[in-house]
């Protein structure tokens, strides 16, 4: 039975402190550059950026989805073929780095699951509501559950409420926050932090209402999103200054994945100074709003985590599990004590009618009270498996269906 292969030090753990199923076991990360041609250089680079700071800090390829509309790397304006910086020393190739302590570790090199004519507003929200054919590949899905923490980048031109891909289609903030209700309906984030560099940035999340979302980005409504600075070799900008803010916060700030450093501290770094525009933040559709916001460390993000949870396939079959675990508890419990009365009568018999004239007598005595001290241990141990299923029972009813183990 399930319930006897759990340590009771688990059972007593989950009894004890049920408010440690709130916390996410897995972090996702949706990296999308939506423009194409080669004078927009820098959203790529953007995205790489990105792209390779989640990596550095723990989230495996296997929870990235990458989406980029051009081949910046291989376009023949590039005097460095098959390389892409985001910074005029050149010093990091972001597209195909070869050497540094990622490459050592395995993790040089990109892998793209969507690219050119792949990226398109559809092919978008199927991602985020998951709503593909039995035939798509896995690896091109966002696998996510309701113990998932996602970080949702997006990058390139748009306007008042609007996000343009690759110049021949939009998404509205009305889209986006649709999509977000379905993923909130089906379970598909625990929670999730949505940034956006793009010309009047900051329209793009007014529409948002599904819970647990804390959102920021680039500019305010009628405020353009700026680049950084130009490569005069590569003839183009290489990055947005928005963009190369948060990549120094990161890259400076967080040299570990230890490092308790809070999205409030990485919110106060838009400062108009740097940023040229005014950055915005939502923190209400988080439960416990801007303290709660501001709190969360940047890692529940950016970074991976590793932690278990208990599997179960579905609700109701797990329930009923459970129940048939603690029936069969209950008769061991009660065979228990009867034997345990039936011990207690013995010794209680001998004390009476016996004296023991030699040690051999009580040697035998003895051992009758040993043998009802064990049964009482035992009788006290299967109560308390018997009081900590149905404490499990309860806790999973109040919080739903769980998922498989999540390991990563």
Not at 40 to 48: E, G, P, Q, V
């Amino acid at each position: 039975m399930r319930l006897f292969n759990l340590p009771t030090a688990l059972l007593a753990l989950l009894v004890a402190a049920p408010e440690t199923w709130a916390t996410h076991t897995s972090n996702w990360a949706v990296l999308v550059s939506t423009s194409r041609f080669w004078f927009n250089y820098r959203h790529m680079a953007n995205t790489l950026s990105l792209y390779r700071t989640v990596k550095r800090l723990g989230i495996p390829d296997s929870q990235i989805i990458l989406m980029l509309p051009d081949d910046m790397a291989c376009n023949p304006r590039n005097s460095f073929s098959g390389s892409v910086f985001n910074d005029k020393s050149r010093q990091l190739d972001l597209y195909d780095d070869k050497g540094g302590a990622m490459v050592e570790a395995g993790m040089g090199g990109i892998e793209v699951d969507y690219r050119g004519n792949e990226v398109t507003v559809e092919n978008f929200i199927r991602l985020l509501t998951d709503r593909w054919p039995e035939s798509h590949p896995v690896s091109k899905r966002l696998m996510t559950d309701d113990r998932a923490n996602v970080l949702i980048y997006m990058t390139g031109h748009g306007g008042d409420s609007f996000l343009k891909f690759q110049d021949a289609e939009e998404i509205s903030s009305f889209d986006l926050a649709d999509a977000f209700q379905q993923m909130h309906e089906k379970r598909r984030y625990h929670e999730m932090l949505f940034m956006i560099d793009t010309c009047q940035a900051n329209t793009m999340y007014t529409e948002f209402r599904s819970p647990g979302i804390i959102a920021t980005g680039s500019s305010a409504r009628d405020e353009s999103s700026y680049s950084h600075h130009a490569d005069q070799d590569v003839g183009v900008a290489v990055i947005d200054r928005w963009t190369y803010y948060n990549l120094e916060f990161l890259e400076t700030r967080l040299n570990s994945t230890s490092q308790d450093v809070t999205l409030g501290e990485l919110f106060d770094f838009y400062t108009f100074d740097r940023v040229h525009s005014h950055a915005g933040v939502r923190y209400d559709l988080l439960p416990g709003g801007e303290e709660a916001a501001r709190n969360r460390r940047v890692l529940d993000f950016f970074g991976n985590v590793q932690g278990v949870e208990a599997a179960a396939e579905g609700a109701q079959d797990s329930q009923n599990e459970w129940i048939q675990d603690l029936d069969a508890l209950r008769r061991i419990l009660a065979r228990q004590k009867e034997e345990m009365a039936a011990a207690q009568e013995e010794k209680e018999t001998n004390n009476t009618t016996h004296k023991a004239p030699t040690g051999k007598r009580a040697v035998a005595h003895d051992m009758v009270s040993d043998s009802a001290d064990g049964w009482l241990k035992k009788t006290l141990g299967a109560g308390s498996l018997l009081a900590l299923g149905a404490a499990w029972i309860a806790s999973s009813s109040r919080l739903g269906p769980q998922r498989k183990v999540a390991v990563s």
